[in-house]
């Protein structure tokens, strides 16, 4: 049997005192979309930064196609195929379009005209072609987060970690990024995605997790994880 994609054992966050992340274990498997769901603070944003080397684990276990990469560097962890997207859209805020793209090609295209086709056909694809000049800051909500998935999908992922992508979108926005989503499994690249729109996972998930102050206390199929008392209590049954 074959290596899931990823496997998190044990995973451990601490901010001081605070235990963000206490002891999470998360399976992925190759393909399919896993929603990662939770209230406010549950430690969604901390896993990713773990997961994807932005932020150094306090503890645990975190194997990408079966190599450790607990504490590796983000660059290392892009790679090997694993990239993730951010919930505040900041660091490329004073580029064009085109060159923050053209930023996440160059990971696998160092040659900076290639790098540049690949981040033109990708910003076309995700339907940003007309904005491809236009500096960041300055776009729409929808088209910040439209400019995260098209940065992450050009350093051509097999794991793409997707931080509310969703929010503040229009319900037609929405509908566009769910369609968008498919079309990207459907390439084969693995998603884990964070998002509080239920009506928007619960159709496009395969899998769902559910974290609430630092620890996993679902695991399993939507359908499942709509009717269960405790997910319903520390998340869904809130006003
Ligand atoms: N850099 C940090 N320093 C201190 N505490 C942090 C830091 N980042 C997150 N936290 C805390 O860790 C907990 C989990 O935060 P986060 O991962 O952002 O949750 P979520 O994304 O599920 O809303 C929260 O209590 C948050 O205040
Ligand atoms: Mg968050």
């Known amino acids: 049997m074959s290596a899931p994609l990823l496997e998190v054992r044990g995973l451990a966050k601490r901010f001081g005192s605070l235990r963000a992340l206490d002891g999470v274990d998360l399976t992925v498997p190759h393909g399919g979309l896993t929603a990662l769901i939770g209230p406010n603070g549950a430690g969604k944003t901390t896993a990713f930064g773990c997961i994807a080397g932005a932020q150094r684990p306090s503890g645990g276990s975190i194997r990408f196609e079966g190599i450790e990469i607990a504490g590796a560097a ?17 660091p490329f805020a004073e580029m064009t379009v085109l060159d923050a793209v053209t930023v996440g090609a160059l990971l696998r295209r160092p040659r900076v005209a290639s790098a540049r ?35 992450a999908l050009a350093t051509e992922p097999r794991l793409l970690l997707l931080d509310e992508v969703m929010a503040g979108l229009t319900p037609t926005e929405c509908a566009a990024a769910v369609e968008l989503l498919r079309t990207i499994v459907a390439r084969g690249i693995t998603i884990v995605m964070v998002e509080h729109v239920m009506e928007v996972l619960m159709p496009l998930a395969d899998h769902v997790v559910v974290l609430a102050t630092g620890r996993v206390i679902f695991d399993g199929s939507p359908s499942d994880a709509v009717n269960d008392p405790g997910v319903i209590e520390a998340y869904l049954g809130r006003p």
Do not use: N, P
Not at 74 to 90: D, I, K, N, P
Not at 124 to 147: E, F, M, P, Q
């Open 117 to 151: 086709d690949f981040a033109a056909t990708t910003i076309d694809a995700l339907g940003l072609g007309a904005k491809s000049a236009t500096i960041a800051r300055s776009l729409t909500i929808a088209d910040k987060k439209r400019l995260e998935l098209a940065r």
């Open 74 to 90: 983000y660059h290392r962890v892009a790679r090997l195929g694993l990239v993730r997207t951010y919930q505040v859209v900041q």
